[in-house]
């Protein structure tokens, strides 16, 4: 293994999330031409490696100070003693982080008292989905170590033929590229499945509203939307059919080059036996790598699935003005349009915080009453939009941008001109959100933030500066009018 695929390498004391990104980057860059030795090699989302720092510093609260979280000794000291030697941070490590986190931090639909640790659904479904890629990751490598095992032991045998080494070779390549083809289609086929639920909950909802809603206008704008779902659940269904096809050629395919290979390993059994009793122990190995992975995606499906459920019940209350605002006090306003919401922002600048820890009635507000010590940027944009029907109430910066892309609203900086009332999204080396005001012909974006600077302000972004580059995406709120 060289050294910059060294997991202790890569995550150091005192490492910001701008740092881990950016030394993770570097690491693939450098490794793109070696085999792959560590989960880390596998080419991660910003999104992913940004939430693995978040969970390594036990900072998965969003603010405007994020940027400055370190990797303490005692973050790094808790996670290298999992698997008994503390002189580094291995797979098995993280992987039993992750589930260790996941075991002891309840999922809850909003925020809680802060001396109760807590994660939202949303949250969890991520946590949930990085240890889903870890382990399976993890397992590849123990099966790809295994067949190089398998590839060396017919290599060196000098009893089996030329023509029948290259002919395992090619069928192995095959092999491997028709089950990455056809792991690729069944992780689209999940995705496209928790979407359909999203948009058969989001369909229902509007439905119910349509229902009771007099002013005809207003009726015949939800029938619109309904169509467009509608259209949007049909596309999906189609989508949905159609990798159901790709899987079973790709299944079917898999079955006929296994057949194929039998008849090899049959051709090298019968050069050597010993060399073809090596290879049926590693085979047997893989096998069981296989079986534990399988069990293991199980658990976590089971778990990712009751996480799902729980985001379409919020998906469903969100229907309702009532549940738009979950767990966030009845004040009397609303903010379901762009002007609305700015207008509510603009009338609380230059509240702050009590004693500069994230703490007050008038900040408790924004969370519903709920004074936790928790940041508080994305509960002041959720105070602002209340009775939005597009991300309702969210506690984290993770939480607005899903429930956006859940319903094709969100935008990456570079594909899309943001407009007043949009909500910036913060994910590339810092977690924080606010509303867009304003843009300059130059591209500046002003915005009005809450938790900046421990209070309720105006913040500008020039192009090239420092917190312009932390943006990630937009909300385009802006289209609901």
């Given at each position: 293994?060289?050294?910059?695929?060294?997991?202790?390498?890569?995550?150091?004391?005192?490492?910001?999330?701008?740092?881990?990104?950016?030394?993770?980057?570097?690491?693939?860059?450098?490794?793109?031409?070696?085999?792959?030795?560590?989960?880390?090699?596998?080419?991660?989302?910003?999104?992913?490696?940004?939430?693995?720092?978040?969970?390594?510093?036990?900072?998965?609260?969003?603010?405007?100070?994020?940027?400055?979280?370190?990797?303490?000794?005692?973050?790094?000291?808790?996670?290298?003693?999992?698997?008994?030697?503390?002189?580094?941070?291995?797979?098995?490590?993280?992987?039993?982080?992750?589930?260790?986190?996941?075991?002891?931090?309840?999922?809850?639909?909003?925020?809680?008292?802060?001396?109760?640790?807590?994660?939202?659904?949303?949250?969890?479904?991520?946590?949930?989905?990085?240890?889903?890629?870890?382990?399976?990751?993890?397992?590849?490598?123990?099966?790809?170590?295994?067949?190089?095992?398998?590839?060396?032991?017919?290599?060196?045998?000098?009893?089996?033929?030329?023509?029948?080494?290259?002919?395992?070779?090619?069928?192995?390549?095959?092999?491997?590229?028709?089950?990455?083809?056809?792991?690729?289609?069944?992780?689209?086929?999940?995705?496209?499945?928790?979407?359909?639920?999203?948009?058969?909950?989001?369909?229902?909802?509007?439905?119910?509203?349509?229902?009771?809603?007099?002013?005809?206008?207003?009726?015949?704008?939800?029938?619109?939307?309904?169509?467009?779902?509608?259209?949007?659940?049909?596309?999906?269904?189609?989508?949905?059919?159609?990798?159901?096809t790709d899987i079973t050629h790709?299944?079917?395919?898999?079955?006929?080059?296994?057949?194929?290979?039998?008849?090899?390993?049959?051709?090298?059994?019968?050069?050597?036996?010993?060399?073809?009793?090596?290879?049926?122990?590693?085979?047997?190995?893989?096998?069981?790598?296989?079986?534990?992975?399988?069990?293991?995606?199980?658990?976590?499906?089971?778990?990712?699935?009751?996480?799902?459920?729980?985001?379409?019940?919020?998906?469903?209350?969100?229907?309702?003005?009532?549940?738009?605002?979950?767990?966030?006090?009845?004040?009397?306003?609303?903010?379901?349009?762009?002007?609305?919401?700015?207008?509510?922002?603009?009338?609380?600048?230059?509240?702050?915080?009590?004693?500069?820890?994230?703490?007050?009635?008038?900040?408790?507000?924004?969370?519903?009453?709920?004074?936790?010590?928790?940041?508080?940027?994305?509960?002041?944009?959720?105070?602002?939009?209340?009775?939005?029907?597009?991300?309702?109430?969210?506690?984290?910066?993770?939480?607005?941008?899903?429930?956006?892309?859940?319903?094709?609203?969100?935008?990456?900086?570079?594909?899309?001109?943001?407009?007043?009332?949009?909500?910036?999204?913060?994910?590339?080396?810092?977690?924080?959100?606010?509303?867009?005001?304003?843009?300059?012909?130059?591209?500046?974006?002003?915005?009005?933030?809450?938790?900046?600077?421990?209070?309720?302000?105006?913040?500008?972004?020039?192009?090239?500066?420092?917190g312009y580059n932390h943006i990630?995406?937009?909300?385009?709120?802006?289209?609901?009018?």
């Amino acid at each position: 293994m060289s050294e910059v695929q060294n997991i202790n390498n890569l995550i150091q004391v005192g490492m910001t999330k701008n740092d881990f990104i950016t030394k993770y980057k570097q690491m693939l860059e450098d490794i793109k031409n070696e085999p792959a030795k560590s989960i880390f090699a596998g080419n991660l989302s910003d999104d992913a490696i940004s939430r693995m720092f978040d969970s390594i510093t036990i900072a998965n609260d969003d603010g405007d100070d994020c940027e400055n979280a370190q990797i303490s000794q005692a973050d790094y000291d808790k996670i290298a003693g999992y698997d008994g030697d503390t002189s580094s941070i291995s797979d098995e490590d993280l992987v039993k982080y992750y589930e260790d986190m996941l075991q002891n931090t309840p999922m809850v639909s909003g925020p809680v008292d802060s001396d109760t640790p807590s994660m939202t659904y949303a949250q969890g479904l991520d946590i949930l989905s990085d240890l889903k890629g870890l382990k399976t990751q993890s397992a590849e490598n123990r099966k790809n170590d295994l067949q190089n095992d398998i590839d060396e032991l017919i290599e060196k045998d000098s009893s089996i033929s030329a023509e029948t080494k290259q002919k395992y070779k090619d069928m192995q390549k095959a092999l491997k590229e028709l089950k990455s083809g056809l792991e690729e289609r069944k992780r689209q086929l999940e995705t496209n499945k928790r979407n359909t639920q999203i948009l058969e909950a989001k369909i229902a909802s509007k439905r119910a509203k349509a229902d009771n809603i007099e002013d005809e206008n207003d009726k015949a704008n939800l029938k619109d939307e309904i169509t467009n779902l509608n259209d949007d659940l049909a596309a999906h269904k189609t989508d949905a059919k159609n990798l159901q096809t790709d899987i079973t050629h790709f299944k079917s395919d898999i079955t006929r080059l296994t057949k194929d290979l039998e008849k090899i390993m049959k051709e090298i059994e019968k050069s050597s036996a010993e060399t073809a009793r090596k290879i049926a122990e590693k085979q047997a190995e893989m096998d069981r790598v296989d079986q534990e992975l399988a069990q293991d995606i199980a658990n976590i499906d089971e778990q990712m699935e009751k996480a799902q459920k729980q985001l379409i019940l919020e998906a469903q209350r969100a229907g309702t003005d009532s549940a738009n605002y979950a767990n966030a006090g009845n004040d009397g306003h609303i903010g379901k349009t762009a002007s609305q919401a700015l207008s509510n922002a603009a009338g609380e600048i230059g509240v702050r915080e009590a004693t500069g820890r994230n703490d007050g009635a008038a900040v408790a507000k924004y969370r519903g009453g709920v004074d936790n010590g928790a940041a508080w940027c994305a509960s002041f944009v959720s105070w602002c939009y209340k009775g939005n029907d597009v991300f309702g109430y969210q506690a984290s910066v993770s939480g607005i941008q899903m429930a956006a892309q859940r319903q094709g609203l969100y935008s990456e900086k570079g594909t899309y001109t943001p407009k007043p009332g949009d909500v910036m999204i913060q994910k590339n080396g810092c977690s924080h959100t606010g509303i867009v005001e304003s843009v300059d012909p130059d591209g500046t974006i002003h915005t009005i933030e809450g938790n900046a600077s421990n209070q309720v302000k105006r913040v500008t972004y020039r192009p090239g500066s420092k917190g312009y580059n932390h943006i990630s995406g937009f909300v385009r709120m802006s289209e609901r009018g």
